[in-house]
T-cell receptor
Framework: DQQVKQNSPSLSVQEGRISILNCDYTNSMFDYFLWYKKYPAEGPTFLISISSIKDKNEDGRFTVFLNKSAKHLSLHIVPSQPGDSAVYFCAASEETSGSRLTFGEGTQLTVNP | GAGVSQSPSNKVTEKGKDVELRCDPISGHTALYWYRQSLGQGLEFLIYFQGNSAPDKSGLPSDRFSAERTGGSVSTLTIQRTQQEDSAVYLC???????????FGPGTRLTVL
């Protein structure tokens, strides 16, 4: 039972354009959502998060949008840079389980110069 | 300061052998997590330690898997009688407490022949 799904295994965009990565979840108990970025042979690094009481959180070039009614969140990167090329994981947690994270399968983003 | 470290970085073993994977969390972090990432999959939660509380073992896939955390710091994940399906990257993460950002180590790539 995959509670967090990233349906696009890969995404390719041109440098300077917007990258939009999508994530869907099924567990209505999730109340905190995160995006992690992973380079090869390294552990994931935290990028940005959003609480279920908000619908948008912005940090520099990165913005996360949450649509609770649709159980959908997205990460926007504007403008995209070649250094953004990595695997992006969406993750979610329930307050009752501490911050044990449930991850999606990841999306490989490639930003072409 | 030093991040989360894991050893070994790579481990190749034969089916049926036992393996031990080590995690050194960031100093002062009370929460420690183990996840694994199988090929083409997202990260899968295994076990979670928080301070002196009983660990949350609900993600361990079988009784061949066990983990301990000595002195509230270093953790060891042990897999007994390894099987080929245990092949994965095993990732450790730590955080200040249960409700803060998790910092991941680089992982141990386990290959069971």
């Amino acid at each position: 039972d995959q509670q967090v799904k990233q349906n696009s295994p890969s995404l390719s965009v041109q440098e300077g354009r917007i990258s939009i990565l999508n994530c869907d979840y099924t567990n209505s108990m999730f109340d905190y959502f995160l995006w992690y970025k992973k380079y090869p042979a390294e552990g994931p690094t935290f990028l940005i998060s959003i609480s279920s009481i908000k619908d948008k959180n912005e940090d520099g070039r990165f913005t996360v949008f949450l649509n609770k009614s649709a159980k959908h969140l997205s990460l926007h990167i504007v403008p995209s840079q070649p250094g953004d090329s990595a695997v992006y994981f969406c993750a979610a947690s329930e307050e009752t389980s501490g911050s044990r994270l449930t991850f999606g399968e990841g999306t490989q983003l490639t930003v072409n110069p | 300061g030093a991040g989360v470290s894991q050893s070994p970085s790579n481990k190749v073993t034969e089916k049926g052998k036992d393996v031990e994977l080590r995690c050194d969390p960031i100093s002062g972090h009370t929460a420690l997590y183990w996840y694994r990432q199988s090929l083409g999959q997202g990260l899968e939660f295994l076990i979670y330690f928080q301070g002196n509380s009983a660990p949350d073992k609900s993600g361990l896939p079988s009784d061949r898997f066990s983990a301990e955390r000595t002195g509230g710091s270093v953790s060891t994940l042990t897999i007994q009688r390894t099987q080929q399906e245990d092949s994965a990257v095993y990732l450790c993460a730590s955080s200040k407490d249960s409700y803060n950002e998790q910092f991941f180590g680089p992982g141990t790539r386990l290959t069971v022949l």
